[in-house]
């Protein structure tokens, strides 16, 4: 059948009239939330909305997260206009900046060579992946892609690089998958060893068998409670720890309930404490702190103000004391009017050594340590905590020590540079 010119027109219109009648119908049905009963008519399957009206739980609890997220997003999307850091945070924005800082960085900017994929929750990549990191790096070659949870591992990518602070069965098995079908991946770090500094009782026992030389480094003599409260007093006085005794929960995974800690001065508020948690000796230590961040083979110390010394006999009418997360506090001590004894950093030949060991016992890479020395002076050195992934962007000049790592381990790989490499 042949059709002339207004005969094809006037189809066409009929086709496109009824095409956006049965489409406003569809807008009017969501707008409506109307049964599927009462528009069965427009569709012969119905196992969509059928679905979606059966959807579980967990998948409803993971759109509201990620409503929330993007909100938190669009906030700190305005908070850096406002500050002038960022004219658009979104992808084409971020690019469009960190594209020119590379070509006003070098005349010949290298080219991309490899890719890293983050997993990381959202408040982690508001404090590590920031614009100074992403500059940094894209000038050196480094492509870094955010991971999106809510499709499968496997159909992205590929990537040469996978940083991730995710746990859990699930995800571990995603990582295997994709392992499967890029063998050359590298992942930062193993799952089942990020699991090892979850769990407080097992976190320091390496560091309890480490072969140090001259100098002593150990771990505050510690319980483990997981019974009940009102078993803590005796089983305190059986294990022969001494007051004030620092309570930590048992699980450390990042929670903010995790870092709950507190110091129980005497043995009658133990039974307030809610297990299971560790509970440790106190060493007084000067008030200061060192933090020591692990990455790879390089090392960053940083001062930071801790709990005071305990005096002999305060511990008598105090109680039991919640204290904040001391070790992340915002502010250092690097400029503070310190004893010069307590500030003085422990030796450059010990921090190599326990971190080298560490890294090869834990099979970590990215981690950090939590320093005391004993009295403030001296050189017995005490760990109190071990943690995986830390705050890097408080680190001084982390973008440089992070993006020299991540260069190489591309060495590592043999990759075929693109650019000059490290220019």
Request: charged fraction near 25%.
């Amino acid at each position: 059948m042949r059709l002339d010119g207004d005969t094809t027109a006037v189809v066409a219109s009929a086709a496109v009239e009824s095409l956006w009648g049965v489409v406003g119908l569809i807008q009017q049905a969501r707008d409506h939330r109307w049964p599927s009963s009462s528009v069965g008519s427009l569709f012969d399957d119905q196992r969509e909305w059928e679905t979606r009206e059966r959807e579980p739980e967990a998948r409803r609890r993971e759109e509201s997260r990620r409503r929330e997220e993007e909100a938190e997003r669009q906030e700190r999307e305005q908070e850096l206009k406002r500050e002038g850091k960022l004219q658009r945070r979104d992808h084409g924005g971020a690019q469009n900046l960190i594209a020119a800082a590379a070509a006003s960085s070098s005349p010949s900017p290298a080219r991309f060579f490899f890719t890293v994929g983050y997993a990381l929750s959202f408040k982690k990549i508001r404090s590590f992946i920031q614009p100074k990191f992403e500059i940094h790096a894209r000038t050196k070659g480094i492509t870094l892609v955010a991971i999106d949870r809510s499709k499968v591992l496997a159909d992205q990518g590929p990537f040469d690089i996978i940083l991730h602070k995710i746990t859990g069965k699930e995800w571990q098995q995603e990582l295997e998958d994709y392992k499967q079908k890029y063998p050359d991946v590298i992942v930062l770090d193993p799952p089942e060893a990020i699991q090892h500094l979850q769990n407080r009782q097992s976190m320091l026992q390496d560091v309890t068998q480490l072969d140090l030389c001259d100098c002593y480094v150990g771990v505050p003599k510690q319980l483990v409670i997981t019974g009940d409260a009102a078993s803590i007093p005796s089983s305190v006085a059986a294990a022969g720890l001494k007051l004030p005794l620092v309570a930590k929960p048992l699980v450390a995974d990042g929670t903010a309930k995790s870092h709950a800690l507190s110091l129980a001065y005497d043995k009658y508020c133990l039974t307030e404490l809610e297990p299971p948690l560790v509970l440790q000796e106190f060493v007084n230590h000067g008030g200061v702190l060192f933090k020591v961040y692990v990455v790879g083979d390089q090392i960053r110390v940083v001062r930071r103000f801790s709990l005071p010394d305990v005096m002999e006999g305060q511990s008598e009418s105090n109680g039991l004391i919640p204290f904040p997360r001391v070790s992340c506090a915002a502010a250092t001590a690097e400029d503070a009017d310190l004893d010069p004894q307590a500030a003085e950093l422990p030796p450059q030949q010990l921090l190599d050594c326990l971190s080298k060991q560490l890294r090869h016992r834990l099979g970590l890479r990215l981690f950090n340590l939590d320093i005391i020395r004993k009295g403030g002076a001296g050189d017995q050195y005490y760990v109190i905590d071990i943690n995986y992934f830390p705050g890097y962007g408080k680190m001084p000049d982390y973008e440089f020590v992070l993006t020299d790592f991540l260069l190489n381990l591309a060495r590592s790989k043999g990759q075929k540079f693109m650019g000059i490499l490290g220019s």
